[in-house]
């Protein structure tokens, strides 16, 4: 790796990063600054691809076959083919805090004399063959706010406000989850035969099997104790059967 990079490189500071296994785990693919390399698993020689990557930004989501584009912008999913540069919209009915497949973090805090901003990143998951990808939609509407007073800001003499969205036990002001599965092809959704649930219930993505034919959701009781397995028809969005397992902690 040195020889290939020119620059001396340390074992435990690997300077890689989008590690991936590839061509059934037989090579690594990594990507350093623009450009991509890949490492053979045989004899661990290393070679530069000849395109130069370019950095996905955090609204974008590239299929497996690197054919489709979804990103989520103005609180909705659009879709661009690679090939033609084409985009349209997958969906249109998306609006502020009751969007499509943009997390909010757990630590994300606000600074309430500015107020919050816009700036989505994407969180779809591609079935293997890149036919389909699993979204949500998130009704963040009633989520309650809690408050921090910075007493000493970093400029000037007035306490500084700061908020963060969580609910408090007992509360029914949750932020809401919904499943569905997009076509890219069709460019149609599916929405999942599911009642809307806490957000905090889904720590798990769905699960794409069979190269995408069968899709998984799992879904936390309270507590965590357990969590109910969803199996879903991509087809129609409706489950199929539903499983209880315990959680293990191990």
């Known amino acids: 790796m040195q020889k290939k990079l020119n620059k001396k490189v340390l074992p435990d500071s690997l300077p890689l990063s989008e590690f991936e296994f590839v061509n059934q785990r037989t090579r690594i693919e990594f990507s350093l600054d623009t450009l991509k390399y890949t490492i053979s698993l045989k004899d661990y020689s290393i070679k530069k691809e000849k395109k130069e990557t370019k950095k996905q930004a955090k609204n974008e989501s590239l299929s497996p076959d690197g054919k489709w584009l979804v990103s989520v912008k103005n609180f909705n999913l659009f879709l661009k083919s690679v090939e033609t540069g084409n985009e349209v919209a997958l969906t249109t009915d998306g609006i502020e805090k009751y969007e499509y497949s943009t ?148």
Request: charge should be positive; proline fraction near 5%; glycine fraction near 4%.
């Open 103 to 250: 997390p909010v973090s757990w630590y994300k805090i606000v600074d309430e004399s500015k107020g919050d901003t816009y700036d989505p990143e994407i969180d779809i998951n591609w079935s293997p063959d890149s036919k389909k990808f699993a979204a949500y939609k998130l009704d963040r509407r009633n989520e309650g706010k809690l408050y921090m007073y910075q007493s000493l800001p970093d400029s000037g003499y007035k306490a500084k406000i700061w908020s963060y969205e969580r609910t408090l036990p007992g509360e029914k002001t949750a932020t809401t989850i919904e499943h569905f599965i997009f076509d890219v092809e069709k460019k149609s959704q599916v929405r999942i035969d599911l009642e809307k649930y806490a957000d905090f219930l889904n720590w798990y993505p769905p699960k794409w099997l069979d190269n995408g034919k069968k899709l998984f959701i799992r879904k936390f009781t309270r507590g965590y104790k357990e969590y109910e397995l969803f199996a879903v028809d991509i087809a129609t969005g409706k489950v199929k059967n539903s499983y209880m397992t315990a959680q293990n902690h191990d």
